[in-house]
């Protein structure tokens, strides 16, 4: 059997595996022989409330007595920074303290970089910099929906957030944006999950959009784009209204160009709907709470306390669970190139049980993220920081492990080393805040650390990305990291927002 | 150090209490003060929301001021500028649920919320926008409305020529019906034809009713239904305009046919008669709402439901609900039953309760279950106002102590219209051991005020000490209990923002305010803003002079603001 052989045979039994219908594991494998080119998607992972550095530093340990980092730190954005990278191929998962957030992530560190001395060289001060994380300076469009409309993909946007009288909250809620405005996560779970898996069953859903009906609903959008063009026509000098309507129109054209919506496209269907965590608990509770007027997001109560319930605020931990399996899957068979997971709010003060079960009823950000370093690299209170925060990882653990699997549009890799997976948050350090790489002097001398942003890399990037990689910079605008997975999305972007200054070509092959 | 994790965690947590004085640099630039504390998401009235909130721009969050102009320093009443006012998503759904009944009912899709802006109130046109998800929901609901109207069963009965003669005909017959209804004016000939064109490309590929599908879905997103215009034509709103202008300002909902036949004779011109037809507006049960989302957006008493809460009474998670209904229930009874003004709302010494809710206030009286449409009004024999209710004073604590600087920032941002804001830097010399002090009150003042915070605490914290006999879940103390003994409650200050008015307790801060013309100023202002879609100066002197001088109720007044030029002009 010849290689191109063996190859679609490979193709068509893993294709089978994943549940696929003979048709359809058949036209994958033939795609995989007419691809040129690795597929690439991405997945953004938001946790909030930073990190206890300390649980999360790896050799060679930035602190004071390490010659290597002597002068790092010292002055952001200044002329009187080192500006040097130092890069580690072979690093170890190792912390100073014992403890390390990231040992969920032990199994696939041969794809995991992580990138210290990150700076948000914005105005914002504090957990409103959530909104600066992804787009730079909170008006440029969000990594995600920048690559999203490159790819011309399918973008997937999730979240576990509470909104203000169900509003979005503007300051500490927001995450992604484009030129349309500030996005709105998606909560419900079971709604993503019907419209990416409805279909997914032997007889498909008749109500499911013909090719007929995405014609038409560009026709219709046609006609829309048209009479907003116009009445922008008609507002000309009157630059507040013209933006709104240009902001309309941006919406409208990107809503155009991904028509259709989410699920697969047509003629190609992931025909086992994969079982995701806790769904049918959240299909019983939807059935129950929901309100059709939308001045209820069942949701939302649930991450809530709520009244005479035993065990407030659960469904966040479930949410989060769902979502990044949810979320793995989407980009697994096909059906979204993007996805964003928003896990909470910034300064989300709910209390995290299910995590810490001798903390029951102490708020996730004030008691819990709010513990300063004092010197202790064992301070139970830092340990239990770190013990949430590591939480998050284990979802990103969860995703890695759904997508370590041969991809079905590329065999010869796994569909994580296809993929980016970017897991962040809005500070560095939790209680201090810490919006660059900032010393942390305090206690004894070996004991004193860096306060860095936590950003931490895995997947190949459908061969772009160098994995495995602990690699220290002194200091370099976040933009520079955002520009730099825009490129490995494929992006030929030179420039993030105004203020990137390059890539960071140590993350890239 | 156990003492300090002992403070930090327990009952004198400031974190929830003292927000940094650095987070909130009232228009001065602050290098630090205070140990690490955070702006509380919990708190929609605190400093946090000084930074971006414009929807879609972000703010550097420096704060600032969104006091109104003093009417009495306009010369006269001026009309605003010309406005395309997104429908707000109450708007939007009452319209779709007038027109379309079942139809919108049963549609699936839900609206995503509103922006809000820096003070959190919605209805701001300046950042209500068609964003992608408000654009992808608007379809996915017409998609879903337009598929349910144009089932054969539901067209056949709607459209009787749909089963006699379905061709370009009744086509147009359908058009006209619901592109007048949604676009709340009568369809020109250049409409006609836009639709009929897409009607002719989708039907020619398919059938009628799927041609008149993907018309009405056209028709439901169309601009022309999700904004409504104040452009008006020469400086005068269109008699259309003004219609719309009226029913949703005042109701939320579409004009009726009656009230666009009258802004077509031009009945509307009258400014006695658009008072009137507002009037009778509020009075409906969607004016109810409108005003009723005002003061849910105004105070987010509503966050009483959900807000964490320990160390409180047995029958405190059975009595939430109902702090929410009472806020509610007194607002009814003091805007519309007893044509409350500014003052009266603030100062009003009863309140609606049921006997267990009265019961946990200590108050007497209360009648049957306020969950099942009971309550009665019960005199209150502490605290005065809207702002003593239990879903304020609730909401506005941490978790197990109070928080005067979150009750100070919130009566700072709704009576005096001023904006705390981020600051840039944030220097955390300041540990907490260096905090003294017995109760709750003590340990902020030698935080807050004692240091250079003071700058900014000085300005609110006082106002939050006033409300120190109510504890964190709204009941009257005398004492404060703590882990190291029981202290009395200190309620006294001395108010810088009523020229150092002094008082002690709730009560006499209330009647002071009550009287503060930057209070009147700036409530009424931030009503008008509300009623107009957004900030302008000048708009309301009339009727804002009135409501300030007492000489009218609350709902009166936003009823005359339909009688400014405003309302019929724009430059």
């Known amino acids: ?509 | 150090m156990k003492a300090l994790r002992s403070f930090l965690l327990g009952d004198a947590h400031l974190a929830r209490n003292a927000l940094p004085c650095a987070l909130l640099a009232l228009l001065l630039s602050l290098s630090a003060c205070g140990p690490p504390q955070s702006e509380d998401p919990d708190d929609p009235g605190d400093g946090s929301g000084g930074s971006a909130t414009s929807g879609g721009d972000g703010d550097t969050g420096s704060g600032g001021s969104m006091v109104p102009q003093d009417p009495n320093s306009c010369a006269e009443s001026t009309p605003g500028t010309r406005l395309v006012r997104r429908l707000t998503r109450r708007e939007l759904t009452n319209t779709q649920q007038d027109i379309f009944g079942d139809a919108a009912s049963s549609a699936p899709t839900a609206l995503p919320g509103d922006a809000v802006d820096r003070i959190r109130l919605s209805n701001d046109s300046s950042i209500l926008q068609m964003t992608q998800d408000t654009t992808q929901a608007v379809l996915d609901r017409a998609e879903e409305i337009a598929t349910a109207v144009t089932a054969p069963e539901s067209l056949n009965s709607s459209l009787p020529c749909a089963s006699s003669s379905p061709d370009a005909t009744c086509a147009s017959e359908f058009i006209k019906k619901y592109g007048e209804a949604l676009f709340r004016r009568t369809l020109d000939q250049a409409d006609l034809d836009r639709y009929l064109a897409l009607y002719d490309s989708v039907s020619g590929a398919s059938d009628f009713n799927t041609g008149l599908k993907w018309t009405l879905v056209g028709l439901i997103q169309s601009p022309h239904a999700v904004y409504r215009t104040e452009l008006g034509q020469g400086g005068a709103l269109t008699p259309y305009e003004i219609a719309s202008e009226l029913s949703y300002d005042y109701s939320a909902s579409p004009p009726s046919a009656d009230l666009i036949a009258k802004a077509l004779s031009g009945e509307l011109d009258d400014p006695e008669t658009r008072y009137e037809e507002a009037k009778k507006l509020l009075a409906t049960e969607r004016g109810g709402e409108v005003v009723h989302q005002f003061f849910e957006e105004w105070l987010n008493y509503r966050d009483i439901l959900t807000v964490s809460r320990a160390k409180t009474p047995d029958n405190f998670e059975a009595v939430r609900p109902k702090m929410a209904l009472e806020t509610r229930r007194f607002l009814e009874t003091l805007l519309f039953e007893k044509e409350g003004n500014i003052s009266d709302l603030l100062t009003a010494n009863y309140t609606i309760a049921d006997q267990e809710l009265a019961s946990y206030y200590g108050f007497s009286g209360g009648s049957a279950d306020i969950t099942q449409d009971g309550g009665s009004e019960v005199e209150r024999t502490y605290g005065l106002g809207l702002f003593a209710q239990g879903s304020v004073t609730g909401t506005m604590s941490s978790i197990t102590i109070t928080s005067p600087t979150r009750r100070g920032l919130l009566l700072l941002r709704r009576l005096f219209c001023e904006v705390p804001g981020l600051p840039e830097a944030i220097n955390f010399d300041l540990t907490v051991s260096e905090l003294e002090g017995n109760t709750t009150r003590e340990r902020l003042e030698a935080s807050h005020l004692s240091t250079s915070c003071a700058k900014c605490h000085e300005r609110f914290d006082p106002l939050g000490f006033g409300f120190e006999h109510f504890d964190h879940v709204g009941r009257y103390r005398e004492e404060e209990v703590t882990d190291n003994g029981s202290f009395p409650i200190n309620a006294s200050a001395t108010v810088a923002l009523l020229d150092d008015l002094a008082i002690d307790g709730q009560e006499q801060l209330m009647t002071g305010l009550s009287t503060s013309s930057a209070v009147l100023s700036c409530v009424s202002g931030t009503l008008s803003n509300y009623v107009y879609g957004g900030q302008a100066d000048c708009r309301d002197k009339d009727a804002r002079v009135r409501i300030m001088s007492g000489e009218t109720s609350i709902v009166d007044y936003l009823a005359e603001l339909a009688r400014e030029p405003h309302f019929v002009e724009r430059k």
Not at chain 1, 62 to 71: E, W
Request: hydrophobic share 35%; charged share 20%; proline share 6%.
């Open chain 1, 1 to 509: 059997m010849n290689s191109e052989a063996k190859l679609q045979r490979r193709v068509f039994l893993k294709a089978l595996g994943l549940g696929l219908t003979l048709p359809v594991a058949l036209r994958f494998s033939r795609m995989a022989l007419a691809a040129t080119a690795r597929p690439k998607r991405m997945i953004l992972y938001y946790f909030p409330h930073g990190v206890p550095n300390e649980h999360m530093d790896l050799e060679p340990f930035l602190m004071p007595s390490n010659a290597l980092f002597k002068n790092y730190g010292s002055d952001p954005g200044g002329s009187g920074s080192v500006k040097e990278t130092h890069v580690v191929s072979d690093y170890v998962l190792n912390t100073r303290s014992g403890f390390n957030l990231l040992d969920p992530l032990a199994p696939y560190k041969n794809q995991l970089s992580i990138v210290r001395g990150l700076w948000q060289p914005g105005t914002f001060g504090t957990h409103d910099c959530i909104g600066q994380i992804l787009t730079g300076d909170a008006q440029f469009s969000s990594l995600d929906q920048f690559v999203a409309k490159e790819m011309n993909a399918k973008s997937l946007f999730l979240g576990s957030v509470t909104r203000v009288n169900a509003n979005l909250d503007l300051t500490n809620g927001v995450l992604c944006r484009n030129e349309a405005g500030w996005r709105s996560p998606e909560n419900d779970v079971v709604k993503v999950y019907d419209e990416l898996f409805g279909n997914v069953t032997a007889n498909p859903n008749p109500d499911t959009p013909t090719t007929g009906d995405d014609e038409f609903r560009k026709q219709t959008l046609d006609l829309t784009i048209g009479e907003v063009t116009a009445m922008r026509k008609a507002v000309a000098g009157l630059t507040q209204e013209e933006n709104k309507l240009s902001a309309h129109l941006a919406a409208l054209e990107n809503i155009k160009a991904q028509s259709g919506g989410l699920g697969p496209a047509p003629g190609e269907q992931c025909n086992a709907a994969p079982d995701i965590v806790h769904l049918d608990d959240f299909r019983t509770q939807k059935a129950e709470y929901m309100s059709n007027d939308g001045t209820e997001y069942w949701q939302d109560g649930s991450l809530s306390w709520r009244q005479s319930e035993e065990d407030h605020k659960t469904n966040f931990t479930k949410l989060a669970e769902s979502q990044a399996e949810l979320a793995a899957y989407a980009v697994l068979c096909g059906q979204a190139q993007v996805v964003t997971i928003q896990n909470a709010w910034a300064s989300a003060d709910y209390p995290v049980p299910q995590i810490l079960s001798h903390r029951p009823t102490d708020s996730y950000h004030v008691n819990i993220s709010h513990q300063g370093y004092t010197g202790d690299l064992q301070s139970a209170m830092r340990i239990d920081y770190a013990t949430v925060q590591q939480w998050f990882m284990q979802r990103v653990a969860r995703m890695c492990e759904i997508l370590n699997q041969p991809d079905p549009f590329d065999p010869e890799h796994t569909a994580l080393e296809n993929t980016v997976i970017y897991a962040f948050s809005e500070i560095g350090d939790g209680d201090q805040h810490t919006k660059s790489l900032m010393r942390m002097w305090q206690g004894a001398e070996p004991d004193h650390i860096f306060g860095y942003y936590p950003a931490f890399i895995i997947g190949g990037g459908g061969g772009s990305l160098a994995p495995g990689r602990l690699i220290t910079v002194d200091n370099r605008p976040i933009p520079d990291l955002l520009l730099t997975l825009a490129k490995a999305m494929g992006s030929s972007a030179t420039s993030y927002g105004p203020l990137s200054t390059g890539h960071i070509p140590e993350l890239l092959v």
